[in-house]
């Protein structure tokens, strides 16, 4: 079933001149805790609107842990390279860090969940 979904969405995506095939299914379970729009009220996690070029802990209705307040402190903002390294590996990147979800190891789930976030 998954696989004719695949199909589906990559033959539509074809017929389109710029769109790359993306699974934007991948972005689901992240659902439980981020929203993709503002205006989606509390959830246990920041919303992730516009994250790519946005400053780490940029969601000003979240309270984010100190290690996250740190990094925007410091001037880091969300490059497509570090939201890739931050899913792979959170604890590496901001230890102590609050976002419990296990490391995305998979490179292709990380370019689907960057393509879902808005990016390429
Ligand atoms: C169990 C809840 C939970 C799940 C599931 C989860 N996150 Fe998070 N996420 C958080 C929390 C909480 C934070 C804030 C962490 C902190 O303050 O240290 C966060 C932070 C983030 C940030 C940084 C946001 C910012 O404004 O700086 C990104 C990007 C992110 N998550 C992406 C994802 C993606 C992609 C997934 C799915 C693979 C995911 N998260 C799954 C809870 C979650």
Request: charged fraction near 20%; hydrophobic fraction near 45%; aromatic fraction near 8%.
């Amino acid at each position: 079933m998954r696989f004719w979904i695949a199909v589906a969405a990559f033959v539509a995506a074809a017929g389109s001149a710029h769109a790359q095939p993306c699974d934007r299914q991948a972005f689901e379970p992240c659902q439980a805790c981020h929203a993709l729009t503002k205006d989606a009220g509390i959830k246990p996690g920041p919303q992730l609107a516009g994250v790519i070029g946005r400053p780490v802990a940029g969601d000003p209705a979240f309270d984010y842990s100190p290690a996250l307040r740190a990094a925007r402190a410091k001037g880091d903002v969300w490059t497509r390279e570090r939201i890739d390294l931050f899913l792979a590996d959170t604890e590496a990147m901001y230890p102590g860090g609050w976002m419990g979800s296990p490391p995305v190891r998979d490179a292709k789930l990380r370019a689907d969940l960057l393509c879902a976030l808005g990016g390429r």
